[in-house]
């Protein structure tokens, strides 16, 4: 049996929703303090991403949990890449070992695949182990450095870019 896919249709913050759609706020890291070299999690006013309703229920999301956030660097590479779009859910901040979590690290955004340690502390562990690897936090560590899990990230969605300008034709 054949399925009819239909050309996607554009939208913008005018489109009104479909019955089986919700909004999500986006969230980025901005610099915060006038330049005092801070920066902390934050929704931009205004952006939002589109999910059905479908969706959200088969990851088991509810939509006034979720939010989406835009992931810098190369940690998770080449599993969620540099640039990349997240699907948090807030709601999922108890940590299931070797899943994917959005953190907030002394206001910076990381995502890491974690895992309990005894004594109540975690281990931030990369895709990129070569490059980055395992974190471990003690309770302790985790407040003094202001270590705070946002939330499991249940979707991802890169942007392939063309690397070389010879690519394009």
């Known amino acids: 049996m054949s399925e009819l896919l239909e050309p996607m249709e554009p939208w913008d913050e005018t489109t009104p929703l479909d019955d089986d759609e919700v909004e999500v706020p986006l969230y980025k890291e901005v610099e915060i303090a006038a330049g005092a070299g801070r920066t902390a999690v934050r929704e931009i006013h205004g952006r939002k991403l589109r999910f059905s309703y479908a ?19 190369n940690s998770m590479e080449p599993l969620i890449t540099d640039g990349a779009t997240i699907g948090v859910d807030r709601s999922g901040t108890r940590v299931v070992d070797g899943e994917i979590y959005a953190l907030e690290h002394d206001g910076m955004l990381r995502v890491k695949f974690l895992y309990r340690t005894p004594g109540g502390g975690i281990r931030l562990r990369s895709f990129n182990a070569l490059e980055h690897p395992d974190e471990e936090y003690s309770p302790e560590q985790m407040e003094q450095l202001q270590i705070k899990i946002l939330g499991w990230v249940f979707w991802w969605s890169t942007l392939r870019t063309r690397k070389s300008p010879s690519l394009i034709r």
């Not at 969706?55 to 660097?73: I, Q």
């Open 55 to 73: 969706t959200l229920r088969a990851a088991g999301v509810s939509p006034s949990n979720a939010f989406c956030a835009t992931v810098g660097g």
